[in-house]
């Protein structure tokens, strides 16, 4: 199969979620693309007769969604640390797995997050790709990502060196010079956590971001990790500001929220990821109370799903969760939830377009903008009709299987549940496989077990003075 790359696609008779502030769902509505771009909505459109006709109705039209935080190049290891803390995960990531990467596992990785991406609808992923120690890792990671046609960010990072160091070299400025060309659907971040340094070496990697005109992503508010220190250097030096992305932040205090919030900051959560591993308990609640821009990500694939909405949903239910918690521990009731199925929709959209500053392009189903969109539609899923709320369908009753139609820039990836990208799909089954046998083989095979089956702590049975079979 190939990709239809024909110059108008119209949606007829969709639930459209334009995702445009205060508009409400527009029904039995058609949308055309023409050209790339979102040309109309509205009822009974005009096409060309060369126009791709998709059947919308019974399916709910909304913008691609975007991640703004993956690590992409992890993605060979889906699941191996499914059961694994934070602790767990930089035990036997870093001392067991990321030293033994070649580029080919970078390409690996970025290939298999990028076409699970394209099935799931998530037409933009931020790669926060910090496996890059040399720039053949890089290049490796583009190669993946330009084999794919969805729109990607390249965050660059680098744990094996400061952001200070390798940010300054020449083999770096050569790599962006040759690899970020303007093309629309790669740009380019850099992506880097604070030290505990005093003397804030991370300033030059801060004037190396302003230089080249790109946002900053940072893991920020990480328990056991980077705090509210970090955050205060970058304050007293003065780089906060509404370029940068501040992932999780579950763990800072209200006054880094504050300081946030007044320069305009964007957070990212993953609170699949926050919940399993430890970084701090998913913000929502706190980013809200203080009026913070808000996107969702999924972080690793090792640890959990790459499935925004999982994250959508992980979300909602751990802001409400957190909300009953405290009112119960108040002896009150939460009457009316604060967090709307709405509001967790519009993170996984227009949320990461403010994150990552293209807005202005994307995001929102608006007529002019670049055409991202997703159906989800699946006649053969019981638990897609009816359709009653539509946002709280998406979010509380759709998963992946369920994304019927994908578009991205115009182009159409995936139509009728079927992902229209075999060649690039058999490609990411042999070499990922190649790259899990390589690691495998690499190391012990003990190692390589304990990391599936990290220690369980032992539970200790609460002493009860009751008997089963006996009346108490
Ligand atoms: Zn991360």
Known sequence: MTIYQQKSVVFRRAI???????RDALHDTDVLVQDGRIAAIGAGLDAPASAVEIDAAGG???????????????????????????????????????????????YAGNLLAALESMNAGVTTTVDWSHGLRTTAYADAAVDALTRVPGRFVLAYGNYAQGPWEWSGTKEFRDFVDRRITGNDLLSFQIAFDMSTDPAFPEQAAFDVARELDVRVNTHAGVWGGSDDAGLRRMADHGVLSDRVIYVHTGSLSEDSYQRIAATGGHVSVATESESAAGQGYSPTRRLRRHGISTSLSTDSSVLVSGDMFHAMRATLGADRALGHLEAHAAGATVTDNELRADDVLRFATRGGAEAIGQDDRIGSITVGRRADLVLIKNDRNPAMFPIIHPAGHVVQQAGAGDVHTVVVDGTIVKRDGVLLLDAQLAEARRVVQESVDHLRASMDEAAWKAGITPDQPDIALIENPYRYGINA
């Open 60 to 106: 709910i039209l909304i913008p691609g969604m975007i991640d703004t935080h993956r690590h992409m190049w992890q993605t060979a290891q889906r699941g191996y640390g499914a059961d694994w803390t934070l602790t767990n995960y930089f035990y036997f990531y870093y001392i067991n797995h990321v030293h033994r990467f070649r580029p080919e596992d970078v």
């Open 16 to 22: 459209v979620l334009t995702m445009e502030p205060g």
